[in-house]
């Protein structure tokens, strides 16, 4: 017989109860679990790029040494994204997606330490934060456009206060940080993580001020603009200190051969990358105009791959489980700042469509 044993009389007190994040649903499972047929579904939960990756990803993981381990240097990926965001290779550093990176980066510190978020924002965040025993400071955004408080955010900072955590275009809301407001935060004192993962649907960026801020982090990914989800590769851009800090504390081969390949095949294909990107900018701006004039819909300006929708008088996770059964999904929040809102993916014309579609039969019994 087996004694039975309490775990959490071993478990850091922060990891006992930590809050799961809810992520988008699997693509597999999406047809699986709800019986559609590909065609039958617009998926638009995770911010994926309908156009998949560039023709020279495929090529070169089909020629991959997958029997070798990769360069834990990851050398020339390194290079080929530093030539890509403008900066040297002493300043990047590649990850398992950037969320990996987000985790390194709060492993860093001293404790006791504090994180400031501004919400609502990127889960990942409060997560890792969490789970390095950061005490998480939220700091509201405005609800109006949800734009930074900046002023509120130097009256947070603390002699504890580690890191700030800026998204920018921001998950969920889609506005971005300016140089003025990064300046300002930049000026504090603490970290600043700039995460930037949705910097190619955005009319600027800010990476390259990681040259001149030692401060600051900037992190990216090629799951996004790269159509990589599943590859998991993504970048942290920072000065050469933190980069070398980074460097030891990963595990010594975190980015896989397949991640390494993919991330210099897009470097290689950035115009086809670059015009898919520009085929969901304009998507964006049709769909923004139509769910506009839906009544009751209120859509914020996005400057990425999303848009955050307030339907007036809808609970939002009942409206999200009746679009999945018209084979769309969509992402819901519990936030209370967020009751009634879906954040919704911009895909291809057809998705916007069949989302459309799906709206207007909302409230009647789905066909499936
Ligand atoms: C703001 C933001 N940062 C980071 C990530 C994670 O990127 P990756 O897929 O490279 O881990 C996401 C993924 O959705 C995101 O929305």
Known sequence: MTASIDFDDFI????REPEAYEPGIPWDRVLRDYGFAPDEVAKL???ENPYGPAPLVRQRLAEANLHLYPDPEQLEAREAIASYVGVGVENVIGGNGADELIDLVMRLFRSPGELIVPTPTFAMYGFYGRLSGLAIVEAPRRESDWSLDVELIELLVTPQTK???VCSP????GDVVSRAELERLLSLGPLVLLDEAYAEFAHSNHTACALEYPNLLVTRT????????GLRAGYLVGSPQIIKKLLVTKSPVNMSLP???GAVACVEQKQFLDANAAKIRNERERLTGLLSRLPGVQVWPSQANFVLCRFAGRDGRRLRDDLRLRGVFTRHFDAPRLRGCLRITVARPED?????AALA???EPAGK
């Open 222 to 229: 090629f799951s996004k603009w790269g159509g990589l989800a």
């Open 361 to 363: 039969t909302v409230g």
């Open 170 to 173: 921001n998950n969920p809301t």
């Open 163 to 165: 890191l700030i955590c």
């Open 12 to 15: 850091r007190e922060e990891l």
């Open 352 to 356: 916007s469509d069949r989302l459309l």
């Open 259 to 261: 991640a390494q390949l």
């Open 45 to 47: 939960d995770s911010n």
